[in-house]
């Protein structure tokens, strides 16, 4: 049977420990590792983030954004073809 009493250990801010003050939005490397494949931001319990941290992750990628230092989204690719049927 499975143990359901053991917690799963809660993430630590990468920022916090690195005591930045100032998460920036020209440092597209870092900043896409608190983004998914397909141009979303992740969430705090997926990040680590703390709340503020979180805002200010969020914001410098919004800036990037804006700035076309990173996509808004990527174009989605299905490797499943037309799902519509063509009868001839």
Known sequence: ?????????RKHC?????????????D??????FVTDRGKIKPRRVT?????????????VKRARVMALMPYSVPAVSGRG????HRD
């Open 1 to 9: 049977m499975a143990d359901f009493s053991k917690q799963p250990r």
């Open 14 to 26: 990468q920022f916090c420990k690195d005591e930045v003050d100032y998460v920036d939005y020209k």
């Open 28 to 33: 597209t490397q870092l900043l896409r590792k």
């Open 48 to 60: 680590g983030a703390c709340m503020q941290h979180q805002r200010d992750i969020a914001n410098a």
């Open 82 to 85: 037309d799902r519509r049927r």
